[in-house]
């Protein structure tokens, strides 16, 4: 027995296919943001967080670092700095190992 198969099963392999021209569509997508996030607890001073916050987070001046403290306590939580995902893994993992409630880092 012979069986044939018809052009349709090959898909038409007769013809090329043709891909558009991709080096056109290429789109930029800048870089999320995180969101690094201080929570209230009931063990760490107003003090201590407002040093906390002015010594790792860059231009973190004393008043906005007692804005954000107060924040922190009558809010439960503050956004003290937003940016790229490498400085804001490091500012995350300075604060916590400085004692402070963290937040996962979230994109912005």
């Known amino acids: 027995m012979i069986i044939r198969l018809s052009a349709t099963v090959y898909g038409m392999a007769t013809a090329p296919t043709v891909t558009p021209d991709k080096t056109n569509q290429v789109t930029q997508k800048p870089y999320p943001n995180y969101k690094v996030i201080v929570l209230n607890d009931d063990f760490n001073t107003f003090q201590h967080v407002a040093e906390c916050l002015t010594k790792y987070i860059p231009g973190m001046t004393s008043d906005r670092a007692w804005e954000l403290t107060n924040q922190v306590h009558y809010e439960g939580q503050a956004i003290v700095w937003i940016g790229p995902q490498e400085p804001a893994e490091l500012y995350h993992q300075q604060l916590r190992r400085a ?10």
Do not use: D, H, Q, V
Request: charged content about 10%; aromatic content about 0%.
């Open 99 to 108: 004692g402070l409630t963290m937040a996962p880092l979230e994109s912005a």
